[in-house]
């Protein structure tokens, strides 16, 4: 008798275990995430294209950098950066580190003649030089129609 008190209290239990109940859920956050979805949407809607830009930037994070400088001793790549900067204040220079070599890869380019471009015009100054097409920040765009 004890042992079927026992399973009945038991299949009971389970069957407590695995029910669902109907509950209300209560979503907590802050007010601005309201304002930066509504942000969000604005901008997808507002998207540039190549014929109607509603903005001066078009860009898309891909493009092209010219390799000054790679090597494994790293005062060599800052010098080498220094002396790029010193030629050229306005390029933006970038050094990175992938095992054993430095590199130092200048500019922000869209297309690759504008690399081509840089490139012909360092060639006097630094032996070798490699254009690289990567992920770049955007360009600014100077505005020709003043």
Do not use: H
């Not at 997808?44 to 994070?61: E, L, W, Y």
């Amino acid at each position: 008798m004890m042992r079927i008190f026992l399973s009945i209290l038991f299949l009971f239990c389970f069957q407590q275990s695995f029910a669902q109940t109907k509950g209300e859920v209560t979503v907590i956050k802050d007010p601005l995430i309201d304002s930066l979805i509504a942000k969000r949407i604005e901008l997808n809607i507002k998207r540039p294209s190549a014929t109607n830009p509603t903005t001066p930037v078009i860009f898309n994070g891909m493009g092209y950098r010219v390799q000054v400088f790679y090597g494994s001793d790293r005062r060599e790549a800052f010098n080498e950066q220094s002396k790029f900067r010193a030629l050229y204040p306005k390029i933006m220079t970038y050094i990175s580190y992938k095992e054993p070599n430095y590199y130092l890869r200048v500019g922000d380019f869209r297309t690759r003649m504008e690399a081509q471009k840089l490139l012909t015009e360092l060639r006097a100054n630094f032996p070798t030089l490699f254009i690289f097409r990567e992920k770049i920040n955007a360009p600014d765009l100077e505005e020709t129609n003043k």
